[in-house]
């Protein structure tokens, strides 16, 4: 098990940037995928950015270009680098992770019942 907490979540105009944070702690070595998913008001939560321990990083063609996952390994914090933001961006965000890393093959493939550990989440919101 591992604990996530997130911030950096933030209200920003459209075409701005914001920095995601998510700190670990916990049995981080069996987490050998981290991600980020976003929820929208009525809508289900999808995923923009996962990492895996070897550094490969996949994204979905909504966000890709703009969005950028990291991770700093000494800190066990994640990040995800958001530019150009758009009000579709506006959503809470949350950090995930799971033991098992999927083959995406270059196409983003993970949902959220591919992730076991979650944080609370983060508040994005873009005006136009």
């Known amino acids: 098990q591992v604990q996530l907490v997130e911030s950096g979540g933030d209200s920003v105009q459209a075409g701005g940037s914001l920095r995601l944070s998510c700190t670990a702690s916990g049995d981080l070595y069996s987490m050998l995928v981290m991600g980020w998913f976003r929820q929208a008001p009525g809508k289900e939560r999808e995923g923009v950015a996962a990492?895996?321990?070897?550094?490969?990083?996949i994204y979905p063609d909504s966000v890709k270009g703009r969005f950028t996952i990291s991770k700093d390994n000494a800190k066990n914090t994640l990040y995800l680098q958001m530019n150009n933001l758009k009000p579709e961006d506006t959503a809470m965000y949350y950090c995930?992770?799971?033991?098992?890393?999927?083959?995406?093959?270059?196409?983003?493939?993970?949902?959220?019942?591919?992730?076991?550990?979650w944080g609370q989440g983060t508040q994005v919101a873009v005006s136009s």
């Open positions: 995930a992770a799971d033991p098992s890393p999927l083959e995406c093959d270059g196409t983003w493939c993970y949902t959220e019942e591919d992730f076991t550990s």
């Open positions: 990492i895996d321990s070897d550094g490969e990083t």
